[in-house]
């Protein structure tokens, strides 16, 4: 498994601490995204190596390493339809396979900590309100300043620009 | 599952010190809660001390009797001193936490905190997602 793999698996073991017991594919791009945000407010670097790429699309951001990822992972992942309180239509959602083992070798206990920092602050949300948060986020206002001034509704594809981050002022302190 | 938060005062039976590799029983102060640790029988915490050598080093805070009754001699809250323990070693048969910091005593740990010298930003989450939660802690 890749640190992407293993983060999806880690984040879904991890679930239950927001009171949820499976994620749908959007609530796992928006939080992946977020993870990657995080990473840059609060280290100044990508949590994966720069190796997962995020494009804008019509709901946010997405990813096409984390459709290949899940692919991977069909071991360990399934994939169920179902129908969230928060949203009309019946959806993806993702659980791991009940008995299914794993082992985590590439996620220190550090990013294992950072993850669920992140899970606590956005997974129990709803998913437009996690939706709101992904806008919030300087990358995708960024895309979305680009988008006007040309007057485009959606540039599908373009991939998001984490550079645009700031440091968090406190973590800029401590490091100068 | 345990609901101890940032800035309790805990007693472990058995407290594990990671710098000096001893283990004897303790005071401590939670500096993440087990919720965000891996395993929830975990918690990160940081030593607290009545050794008055505490008072010279640079990252230690005096903690008020007044305020924690649970202390009869100065102590100290060790801030560079941090380990993650196990919560199957506290002792239950105290009420515990034995105390809570106060807003004031947090904001000045979280001062001191960010002028502990760490070693590089590169691949290490722990000071992140320690100044990350604080400051979460310090604003609600």
Redesign the interface.
């Known amino acids: 498994m890749n640190l992407l793999e293993e983060t999806i698996i880690f984040i879904l073991s991890q679930i239950y601490k927001v009171k949820k017991d499976n994620l749908s594919q959007i609530e796992l791009f928006k939080l992946l995204y977020l993870i990657e945000t995080e990473s840059y407010r609060y280290t100044g670097d990508s949590f994966f190596n720069e190796e997962v790429l995020f494009t804008r699309d019509k709901n946010g951001p997405i990813s096409v390493d984390v459709y290949k990822a899940l692919d991977n992972l069909s071991d360990f992942v399934q994939k169920k339809e179902r129908k969230k309180p928060d949203y009309p239509y019946k959806r993806h959602s993702f659980y791991i396979k009940e008995g299914v083992k794993y082992e985590l070798k590439r996620l220190r206990q550090d990013q294992k900590l950072f993850i669920n920092s992140v899970l606590l602050s956005f997974g129990g949300l709803a998913i437009n309100k996690l939706k709101e948060k992904a806008y919030e986020t300087e990358p995708m206002l960024d895309m979305i300043s680009k988008e006007q001034k040309r007057g485009v509704e959606c540039f599908k594809g373009a991939s998001l620009n984490f550079k645009t981050v700031k440091l968090d002022k406190d973590m800029k302190e401590i490091y100068g | 599952m345990d609901s101890y938060k940032i800035g309790d005062i805990l007693y472990f039976l058995s407290y594990y010190f990671t710098d000096t590799n001893e283990c004897a029983p303790h005071y401590a102060m939670v500096v993440?809660p087990s919720?965000?640790?891996?395993y929830e029988s975990q918690i990160l915490c940081c030593v607290i001390t009545s050794n008055q050598e505490a008072k010279k080093k640079k990252y230690c805070i005096s903690l008020s009797l007044d305020i924690h009754k649970c202390f009869n001699r100065e102590t100290f809250c060790c801030l560079n001193r941090r380990d993650i323990e196990s919560l199957g070693d506290l002792d239950l048969s105290k009420k515990l936490p034995l105390s809570i910091l106060t807003k004031d005593e947090l904001k000045k740990c979280f001062k001191l905190f960010?002028n502990?010298k760490?070693s590089s930003?590169?691949?290490?989450?722990?000071?992140?997602?320690i100044?990350?939660?604080w400051?979460?802690s310090l604003i609600v």
């Open positions: 993440l919720i965000l640790m891996e960010k502990i760490y930003i590169q691949n290490n989450y722990f000071v992140p997602v100044v990350r939660e400051k979460r």
